[in-house]
């Protein structure tokens, strides 16, 4: 069925007019993808897939050596689930080509094959894929809450190949200080008010919303229903591509990104220790370094 679902896709949007979505002149230039310490705890799709690609090739040799099959996955996650910005910050060429991903999402995971099954799921199986609980490692965050994870299963064995033996104590810790910096930056004040701007905005559009995750909502909340007609599914395209195109003008309009980036960086001085601030630091020369290295070993396995 994938060739009937790009078929679907491409009707729906094929027939997404934009006339009317803004009506505040020419789209502006695709703003800044901020994000919280300058997307310390993120990786582009690209770069995801192929340190994916890196473990699942690192973990079924160590199957093999506990007497396991294991069959490597792909990545399934797309582009625009694993790329969209925390703040819902949006550009008017994403916007016109795919509005927020709803429905796109929707027929890319349709056509996706699902994971193969052939492995055994017996308790061995998985005892040798996400270890015991004798080993376990538990990592305080910020908040206080903990995380663990079992450090002689061959998921750790292998991401600690791919990333070295300290990223999995480091990457929690650098996830939850993005969420406080988040959190922070969508309290303060001057990005309350460029809100309040960009809602104004949106009001005048037609598309009314008090933020920017409120228009994802409301559309994603319709998906369930449309999905089983195929022109419905086609109308909630058409409107979400609509929408998005106001969404992306009216952020432009109110200087969404402009704003979020000053508050952003106001915000991380104030909230964030130098202790925590340093673990960031390491992180993203750590992170600096997987990269690199994953370039490396990628180039020597198509070279095979």
Not at 13 to 34: K, R
Not at 41 to 65: T, W
Request: glycine share 8%; net charge positive; proline share 7%.
């Amino acid at each position: 069925m994938p060739t009937a679902l790009a078929v679907l896709f491409a009707s729906v949007l094929a027939g997404c007019s934009l006339d009317g979505a803004a009506g505040h002149g020419p789209a502006a230039s695709e703003p800044p993808d901020v994000r919280p310490l300058s997307g310390a705890a993120s990786f582009s799709h690209a770069q995801a897939v192929r340190l994916h690609d890196l473990e699942e090739q690192a973990i079924a040799p160590c199957m093999a050596a506990r007497g396991q099959r294991y069959t490597p996955q792909p990545r399934v996650a797309s582009a625009r689930s694993e790329e969209t910005n925390p703040y819902g910050l949006l550009g008017p060429r994403k916007a016109a080509a795919d509005g927020y991903g709803i429905v796109g999402e929707y027929l890319y995971l349709r056509s996706s094959p699902p994971p193969s099954g052939d492995e055994s799921r017996a308790p061995a199986w998985r005892r040798a894929l996400t270890g015991t609980a004798k080993h376990r490692v538990s990592v305080r965050l910020p908040d206080g809450s903990r995380v663990e994870y079992f450090a002689d299963g061959c998921v750790a064995r292998a991401r600690a190949e791919v990333y070295g033996a300290d990223w999995d104590r480091t990457e929690p810790v650098v996830a939850a200080l993005s969420t406080r910096v988040l959190a922070a930056v969508e309290k303060d004040p001057d990005y309350r008010a460029a809100i309040r701007r960009w809602s104004a905005c949106m009001a005048e559009t037609g598309h009314p919303a008090d933020d920017p995750q409120a228009s994802r909502a409301r559309l994603n909340g319709r998906l369930a229903k449309a999905a089983a007609d195929p022109t419905s599914l086609r109308a909630l395209g058409r409107e979400e591509i609509r929408t998005a195109t106001a969404d992306a003008r009216c952020q432009a309009r109110a200087e969404l990104a402009k704003t979020i980036g000053r508050v952003q960086r106001s915000v991380e001085k104030r909230v964030l220790s130098a202790a925590e601030r340093g673990v960031v630091a390491r992180h993203v020369a750590a992170k600096r370094d997987v990269l690199k290295a994953s370039m490396t070993s990628g180039a020597s396995r198509s070279g095979r």
